[in-house]
């Protein structure tokens, strides 16, 4: 009988080939045409081409009507590689700086063991999105009716996290990641001689007061017990040093937990942006993106799969979500479920995600796959009745 060890050199090598041929997000063609083939090759039902280049392989077993989902994310980042592995980066300035190569290995390795056992009873949708660094590619599936098509009482993610010492996984009930809101304002003057002010309103001027206005939101407008980020971090303006610019652009992030709290920090800024620009003799505008929503986990499936994790690996409660954002969101959204972090933790000093000397840690594949097969066997467990 061959053993989940007996599956790790080939999926190391399945890791290490998808780590050398990044793909960027709705580019994942190599990508999913390799997981597909590797499903089809172990007989599961695979659907392609949902949300542009996901997947879905579906394994049934018994005859219970329950489901779940796994999922795993394919894409790679904009990011030069600087690691120096010998499977490092073939594509220059694409790179898999965030493990997303080793969610796939891991979650095919569980499609890979237990299409062999079958120690359960009902279907398992194991789902691999494109596009989940900023492109929304979890929506996209979801848009494409991912939970219509193969309906899950409950879906997981898990993603590496360095943070966690190689064999813990954390979660949390409620929120774990956060909303990530882009913001991008630009105040309209009708520039002017830098020598004669006087009939020329200071769009820089302007911004530099709107910038410090922004900076005092978090401060000054949300309850102290609540959790919020607002960083202005770019300004562009100007050409020339005489000259007064006609018009300042400013862009940001908000990050946040609470819609409450997203709310009213995107009124406030509307509110002192158009303040500030009048007060200037300025028009303003103002492109107000949240592209992704927090990612909230259902409370009663991150206490399961808190006590399923506790079976395979060190199991820790998340003391506090992070305000990274992950688009596992719009499908916690769809369909009750949890994020775990697998702990990926390589020492200190090593390099954190989106790193370009980052690698994903091999040694946490076994674990990773161990945990998705744990969540399929107690939660489809073949003892209990539909
Ligand atoms: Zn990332
Ligand atoms: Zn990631």
Redesign the pocket.
């Given at each position: 009988m061959t053993t989940i060890d007996d599956l790790l050199p080939g999926l190391i090598a399945f890791r290490r080939d998808i780590h050398a041929h990044p793909e960027l997000g709705f580019e994942e063609k190599r990508t999913a045409a390799a997981i597909a083939r590797e499903l089809r090759a172990i007989g599961l039902e695979v659907h392609e081409g949902i949300g542009g280049t996901g997947l879905v392989g579906v394994l049934k077993n018994g005859t219970s009507p329950r489901a779940i989902g796994l999922r795993a994310?394919m894409d790679a980042l904009s990011i030069h590689e600087q690691t120096g592995l010998p499977y490092a980066s073939c594509t220059h300035g694409v790179f898999h700086g965030?493990?997303?190569d080793g969610h796939v290995a891991m979650l095919l390795g569980a499609a890979q063991h237990l299409a062999r056992t079958k120690a359960f009873d009902g279907t398992v949708n194991f789902i691999f999105q494109p596009a989940?660094?900023g492109l929304g590619g979890a929506r996209e599936m979801v848009a494409e009716g991912l939970f219509e098509r193969f309906p899950c009482d409950r879906v997981f993610a898990l993603?590496n996290w360095p943070d966690l010492p190689a064999g813990t996984v954390a979660t949390r009930p409620g929120p774990i990641m956060g909303a990530a809101d882009k913001f991008e304002i630009v105040l309209t003057g009708k520039g002017g001689h830098a020598a004669i002010p006087h009939n020329t309103p200071d769009a820089i001027l302007a911004a530099s007061t709107l910038v410090t206005q922004l900076n005092s939101i978090v401060a000054r407008c949300i309850p102290a017990m609540s959790s919020a980020v607002l960083s202005v971090t770019q300004i562009h303006a100007g050409h020339a040093h005489n000259v007064l610019p006609a018009e300042v652009t400013i862009v940001g992030t908000v990050r946040t937990f609470d819609p409450a709290v997203q709310d009213t920090i995107e009124a406030r800024l509307r509110e002192m942006t158009h303040g500030v620009a009048a007060s200037f003799g300025l028009t303003s505008a103002i492109d107000y993106d949240r592209y992704y929503p927090a990612t909230i986990n259902d409370a009663d499936a991150a206490a399961e799969a808190l006590q399923i994790a506790a079976g395979v690996a060190t199991a820790q409660l998340a003391s506090e979500p992070a305000f990274t954002s992950e688009d596992f969101a719009f499908m916690l959204h769809a369909c009750k479920g949890a994020y775990l972090w697998l702990g990926q933790g390589c020492g200190p000093g090593s390099p954190p995600?989106h790193n370009p000397g980052y690698d994903f840690n091999d040694d946490i594949l076994a674990t990773g796959l161990r945990l998705h097969v744990a969540l399929v066997e107690a939660l489809l467990g073949a003892d209990e009745k539909a």
């Open positions: 994310d965030c493990g997303h989940e660094e993603h995600l």
